[in-house]
């Protein structure tokens, strides 16, 4: 294929683009943008509390809390950060008295359009 793209009929430098095009585009775009956006903050909120989790199983007073009391401390943080997260999506196991922390899969539902995002698990390992 050779010749120019007003030769082959794709472009004509002396038109203009039709108004319903380029609001059409915009739109799309902005939808693009306002989902992208949706999705990276909730994917932000579980890298704020998978580090909390970590930070959490990592002190050194936590070896002496119970599981429960761990389980409500990473139960609280996720709701506050407006993840749903239960009490069954968190798994802890004790290795030499230190606590292990695993959160399991979980999904969140986006507000704008009912998006359905799966979150990976997280372990404080």
């Known amino acids: 294929m050779t010749g120019s793209l007003s030769e082959l009929g794709l472009a004509d430098p002396g038109t203009k683009l039709p108004l319903w095009r380029l609001v059409s585009g915009c739109t799309v775009l902005a939808i693009l943008v306002a989902l992208l956006v949706q999705a990276a903050s909730v994917y932000v909120d579980n890298f704020l509390l998978d580090r909390y989790m970590r930070e959490l199983a990592g002190q050194a007073e936590a070896a002496a809390k119970s599981d429960a009391d761990l389980t409500a401390s990473i139960l609280g943080r996720a709701h506050r950060l407006g993840l749903p997260v239960r009490a069954n999506d968190i798994q802890i196991t004790r290795e030499g008295g230190h606590p292990h922390v695993k959160i399991l899969k979980y999904t969140v ?12 698990e997280a372990s404080s390992r």
Request: glycine share 8%; no cysteine; aromatic share 0%.
């Open 109 to 120: 539902q986006t507000k704008l359009i009912g998006m359905d995002l799966r979150l990976p």
